[in-house]
């Protein structure tokens, strides 16, 4: 951020049971001045992602530049688990007891924690919300738990938004769900309850094998576009090592087992310890709660992609039928358009972000 010559902040905030969260903010645009008075709007990134989604394809293209230019104080956050939020206030903690959440936490403790932040911090008492694939999920759920989320938001925009996913076509989900109860098992066993962490090595390798020039060009695309789909016609090539040096950012093995549980399922719950007694530990109730969409009451806009291999047209099509104040219900006008495109691709100003803020504007 600072080297794109914009101003930036690094805030840091303890859930109620005790994660460290780092959140990222532009008070103001490149050269300008803050004022009080800037629109706050609350960008969260998605599964195995981090805040540096939405910076990461630079000035003119990333949306949080992009909303910074049009005078908003922006600001981003991290979920418990990835490369910024990889802390809790007890140093001792064991492992298993760190990685036991799922996006049903982060919705419960995480969400909630960094928009009062923000809301604390720049005086406002409402915020526009735009959040990726599981920054969708997160708020909906949130919702369920914390009614001043919706009633303090001006605009929640979702992008590659979800809530059940039993038509998902990813071949690492349908892998995923296939093998979710062996997953956990071996995972238990192994003691490895972190799922694909951000590390030197992945670092490494996208800076190595990742350039325009090298003949593996497409094996470092079929990583990143066997969970989310495959479009040439977005993906910027020379950008490939900036966005593979920060994703994956890593998230619990309980996290993707729970996705698994929607496919499986088909439901929008809370996560099932697959045990009478762990469930009652957990939910006071031998199964998981359902949520509820009846809640959501905020000004809702959507924009989904054809060939979303996360979120199938039928899935978002679920979801937009049960929003109660469902404000736009947008195609992208690409058939190519995948579920990573929200975040790189390169004609999201005309399609995607130009839309949204035009939209931003009348809320």
């Known amino acids: 951020i600072v080297d794109a010559g914009y101003p930036a902040e690094t805030h840091d905030v303890v859930t109620d049971d005790g994660y460290i969260l780092t959140l990222h903010r532009i008070p103001h645009d490149a050269g300008g001045t803050y004022n009080r008075t800037r629109p706050v709007v609350f960008l969260q990134h998605g599964l195995l992602s981090s805040s540096a989604d939405w910076v990461v394809t630079g000035p003119g293209k990333a949306l949080a530049f992009l909303l910074s230019d049009q005078g908003y104080d922006v600001w981003m956050g991290n979920y418990r688990g990835n490369t910024y939020s990889h802390q809790h206030v007890n140093p001792d903690i064991d492992k298993k007891t760190y990685?036991?959440?799922s996006w049903g936490e982060m919705a419960e403790h995480d969400l909630p924690t960094m928009l009062s932040h923000m809301m604390e911090v720049t005086g406002q008492d409402t915020f526009y919300y735009i959040g990726h694939s599981m920054g969708t999920i997160t708020y909906y759920t949130a919702c369920n738990y914390h009614h001043w989320i919706q009633n303090a938001t001006r605009l929640m925009v979702g992008y590659g938004a979800h809530t059940a996913?039993?038509?998902i076509i990813?071949?690492?989900f349908w892998?995923?769900?296939r093998f979710a109860h062996n997953l956990q098992t071996i995972s238990d066993h192994l003691g490895m309850y972190e799922f694909l962490p951000s590390n030197w090595l992945i670092q490494w390798w996208a800076s190595k094998v990742c350039t325009e020039e090298v003949v593996t060009q497409p094996v470092c695309r079929n990583i990143l576009f066997l969970v989310g789909g495959y479009n040439k016609n977005e993906m910027n090539n020379t950008m490939l090592p900036d966005i593979l040096g920060h994703i994956p950012a890593g998230t619990s093995v309980m996290n993707m087992l729970h996705y698994g549980q929607s496919v499986n399922t088909g439901a929008w719950a809370g996560f099932d310890f697959g045990s009478?007694?762990?469930n009652l530990k957990r939910w006071n109730s031998t199964r998981p709660p359902t949520y509820k969409y009846d809640v959501i009451t905020a000004p809702v806009a959507l924009f989904w992609a054809e060939n979303d291999w996360l979120v199938v047209p039928e899935d978002?099509?679920?979801?937009a039928g049960k929003l109660p104040n469902l404000v736009l219900?947008?195609?992208v006008d690409e058939d190519a358009y995948t579920h990573l495109d929200f975040l790189w691709g390169m004609h999201n100003m005309e399609k995607v972000y130009g839309p949204t803020m035009e939209l931003m504007e009348k809320y």
Do not use: K
């Not at 978002?316 to 979801?319: D, H, I």
């Open 329 to 331: 219900n947008q195609r």
């Open 316 to 319: 978002e099509a679920a979801l």
């Open 99 to 101: 990685w036991a959440f």
């Open 175 to 177: 892998v995923l769900s």
């Open 170 to 172: 990813s071949p690492v």
């Open 165 to 167: 996913v039993p038509n």
């Open 276 to 278: 009478d007694q762990l």
